[in-house]
């Protein structure tokens, strides 16, 4: 049986109350430790408006962009 490869590309997105933190990571073809591609840090949002449509969409430069993602909401009532 063969196993399917994980991501080799990963956006890490970490929303906080002090600031949006994204990092975009890559592994080798050797399968070595993921090395750290770029990194930002974005203003913070406010989830409550974001979810009413009060908030505009983030965007993000080209070199942060990947074709899989991994998000972190922090807090007891977080729900994605």
Do not use: Q
């Not at 990963?10 to 591609?37: E, H, M, Q």
């Not at 203003?43 to 070199?63: D, F, S």
């Amino acid at each position: 049986m063969r196993f399917k490869r994980g991501p080799s590309d990963l956006v890490a997105i970490d929303v906080a109350n002090t600031a949006v933190k994204v990092v975009r990571l890559k592994r080798a073809r050797d399968g070595s430790a993921p090395t750290v591609v770029a990194a930002a840090a974005l203003p913070p949002i406010a989830l409550p408006a974001a979810v009413a449509g009060g908030e505009k969409p983030i965007t993000l430069a080209k070199n942060l962009a990947g074709k899989y993602v991994s998000l972190c909401v922090p807090g007891k009532t977080a729900i994605v």
